[in-house]
């Protein structure tokens, strides 16, 4: 959801206002000019527009932000290389950020009835202003944008004004506590919920930004044993989300109002998603966001893009590499060249309008896969399940007894990323590429398990939902539970030595026990006793080639990146203290009766 990830991000700075705009307009041949658009409230909203030095009559290009509308500049410089010529760009302030009037609220959520205000509302105002006053437009709109852009533009489907013809939502926060930005599968993500909010928050002009005292964030997190702690010394009550955190840590209604594929209806505009595989901030959005409208989309006005990227990676950069894994190709220069034939198809009737349903990339493979329907209705659900010695198997287990044991301590959690852990947005910071990491960091450690298969001796095409099935027990009340599907390398990889053995994480997420029963209500794991707990690994278009292996890790912490469960049942872990924090001991089972596995959709072999 972060700033520097709307489509024209370049550089961290991009949300910040940049130099000599008049100069930079007339250089890229736009006309600049701004205004204060009226919404129906009376509240007034700042818009940027960036008008081609052009005769014929245009479509316009809109993006709402929180992140400051000057970035349309950006966008008009860069129009040609992202093949977004011929459109007037505009960008408009949300309400209570840099230039616009009204109140900011973090992930707005929809209005109750016909009454009052919203971003759709908002959306709709804007469009209505823009084709009515705005010279030389032909009178079709598309929207678009990345991140929280994108969940704005998401929302413009609601009730859509007449002249929005295109929209396309990319990596939408879809639901910000089953598995995007702040909470998933109610683990509170401790380290982006802590610091994006400090930075959104804490002023409208995003000029206060987060001052942690050390430079190793997982040393900085862990110093407070607490989150009451934490809150203290970053003076989080000053920041409405905080409040929302702490005083809504279950799946409620606070929660469910603000949940994108909850309130979205039939798509009645063209819409293209797109998302990554490896986005480490909202990969379930756009996913889920899809799923939703593609319910009732006879029309088959939805389409699907996936591909083998960071947050927003498609939007700007070549996407030839995320980290150490290489594509072979030119991923997000190829997204990019979709990407201009729809909105030029929607909005100025070239072209042949012939899109895939979905298009995913293979990264097991570097190919792009195109379905008629996702997850593919050919797809064959099988499970790999756990066995004695650290094995994994396409067969089910026989055994009467067996199981694995780890002690989680939540005074030395698993880090998620190798250290040290930069701040979240610092410009040393691995964050973009930390889902593609070498897991060998963690591989051998006493608080992860591990089970693998054999080199394969054919390739497994996932293509699907992934979903891993735990029945464990801990002596304590309470737990969080982390899977990882992980793709092992060879080891021997000509020409990539770096890769030889590397263990690739193909899809990993997390889920706090407490929420085992109901995603609304907590209740504590009677300890020592067997339960099922159900962590949904999401989707995946990814082939494990023949000569590599399937891996599975379980661990019961990620952090800093997901706070400490203290493993002792309490009402409200935003207020545990310290005391109820302690290392217990975890036990993952795999018998006939209790045969824990990971649950995957698979391709049958191609003849």
């Given at each position: 959801m972060r700033h520097w990830f709307v489509l024209i991000a370049a550089t961290l700075a991009v949300a910040?206002?940049?130099?000599?705009?008049?100069?930079?307009?007339?250089?890229?041949?736009?006309?600049k000019s701004e205004a204060m658009i009226p919404m129906r409230d009376g509240v007034k909203l700042r818009v940027v527009i960036l008008a081609p030095r052009a005769a014929a009559p245009l479509p316009i290009l809109l993006q709402r932000t929180p992140y400051n509308a000057n970035g349309a500049i950006g966008l008009a410089r860069r129009a040609k290389e992202l093949g977004l010529e011929g459109y007037i760009i505009v960008f408009g302030d949300i309400r209570g950020r840099f230039g616009s009037e009204g109140t900011f609220d973090m992930n707005r959520p929809p209005r109750a009835g016909s009454q009052g205000v919203d971003e759709s509302t908002d959306a709709y105002d804007t469009i209505d202003w823009l084709v009515k006053n705005v010279p030389n437009n032909n009178g079709m709109v598309g929207t678009f944008g990345v991140s929280y852009p994108g969940w704005l533009t998401a929302v413009t489907g609601i009730g859509p004004h007449p002249a929005l013809k295109a929209i396309s939502p990319q990596a939408p926060m879809g639901d910000t506590w089953m598995g995007d930005d702040f909470f998933h599968q109610g683990a509170f993500r401790l380290s982006y919920g802590t610091e994006y909010t400090w930075s959104m928050e804490s002023s409208s002009d995003a000029s206060e930004d987060p001052s942690p005292s050390r430079y190793d964030l997982y040393e900085w997190y862990r110093s407070f044993p607490t989150l009451g702690a934490l809150a203290r010394t970053a003076r989080a009550d000053r920041w409405p989300s905080w409040h929302r955190f702490s005083e809504h840590p279950a799946y409620d209604s606070v929660w469910q109002a603000r949940a994108l594929p909850r309130y979205m209806g039939h798509a009645t505009v063209p819409t293209l998603v797109v998302g990554g595989w490896w986005d480490q901030e909202d990969e379930y959005g756009p996913l889920a966001h899809y799923a939703a409208l593609e319910r009732t989309d006879t029309a088959r006005l939805v389409h699907l893009v996936m591909g083998p990227w960071y947050h927003g990676q498609w939007s700007g950069d070549s996407g030839t590499a995320l980290g150490?894994?290489?594509?072979?190709?030119?991923?997000?220069?190829?997204?990019?060249?979709?990407?201009?034939?729809?909105?030029?198809?929607?909005?100025?009737?070239?072209?042949d309008g012939q899109f895939p349903e979905a298009w995913l990339f293979d990264a097991g493979t570097d190919t792009w896969r195109t379905f008629d329907k996702w997850p593919p209705a050919n797809a064959v659900r099988r499970r790999l399940y756990f066995h004695a010695d650290g094995a994994l198997s396409f067969d089910p287990p026989t055994a009467a007894d067996g199981s694995d044991q780890f002690t989680s301590d939540p005074t030395h959690p698993v880090p998620y990323r190798p250290r040290p852990v930069e701040l979240t947005y610092s410009r040393t910071s691995r964050w973009r590429r930390w889902e593609t990491e070498d897991q060998r960091f963690v591989d051998g450690r006493p608080d992860v398990l591990t089970w693998q298969t054999p080199p394969l001796t054919a390739d497994v095409s996932v293509a699907g939902d992934v979903v891993a099935h735990l029945y464990a027990s801990t002596t304590g009340s309470d737990a969080d539970w982390v899977g990882k599907l992980i793709d092992v390398y060879p080891d021997t990889v000509p020409g990539r030595p770096e890769l030889q053995g590397y263990e690739l994480m193909v899809t990993g997420d997390i889920m706090r026990g407490r929420y085992r029963n109901n995603w609304g209500r907590s209740e504590a794991i009677p300890p020592n006793t067997i339960q099922p707990f159900t962590v949904d690994l999401h989707q995946q278009a990814y082939t494990f080639q023949k000569g590599h292996r399937i891996m599975v890790q379980v661990q019961s912490t990620w952090f800093p990146l997901y706070d400490r469960n203290p493993q002792t049942f309490v009402p409200n872990i935003f207020q545990a203290p310290v005391e109820n924090y302690k290392a217990r001991v975890h036990r993952v089972y795999r018998t006939a009766h209790y045969p824990s596995n990971v649950e995957i959709d698979v391709l049958p072999p191609t003849p």
């Open positions: 910040r206002p940049l130099p000599t705009a008049a100069q930079q307009a007339v250089d890229t041949g736009y006309a150490n894994v290489r594509f072979g190709r030119a991923t997000g220069v190829e997204y990019r060249e979709l990407q201009s034939r729809w909105f030029a198809y929607w909005l100025k009737g070239a072209g």
